[in-house]
């Protein structure tokens, strides 16, 4: 049974940094697309960043982030350990909301269960 498992998420005053980490387990296969995203209360989950397998083999992963985190968080992932990471930096208020990890494995999705993230002074 694939599970994600998401972790790293806590109160951070703005201005702070915070990495999240997702591992995913009971994969045989590396997904081919990975990413976080965020919902708060009353809204729609957004997409934060994703990264997908380049095209060939000597190919570099693809990232992509939303336009709200661009420039101050980096996507990464680690295939031999089945971890996708979170780097976020200058964290706003705006930050706020419960991060979750999505993959896509053999045209299946899978989310974790979520890590609350709070941006407050």
């Known amino acids: 049974q694939v599970q994600l498992v998401e972790s790293g998420g806590g109160l951070v005053q703005p201005g702070g940094s915070l990495r999240l980490s997702c591992v995913m387990s009971g994969n045989i296969f590396v997904p081919n697309h990975m990413g976080w995203y965020r919902q708060v209360p009353g809204k729609e989950r957004e997409f934060v960043a994703t990264v997908t397998t380049g095209s060939t083999i000597t190919s570099d992963d693809l990232t992509h982030y939303a336009n709200s985190v661009k420039g101050r968080s980096t996507i990464s992932r680690n295939n031999a350990k089945n971890t996708l990471n979170l780097q976020m930096n200058s964290l706003k208020p705006e930050d706020t909301a419960v991060y979750y990890c999505?993959?896509?494995?053999?045209?299946?999705?899978?989310w974790g269960q979520g890590t609350q993230v709070t941006v407050s002074s």
């Open positions: 999505r993959a896509i494995l053999q045209g299946r999705e899978y």
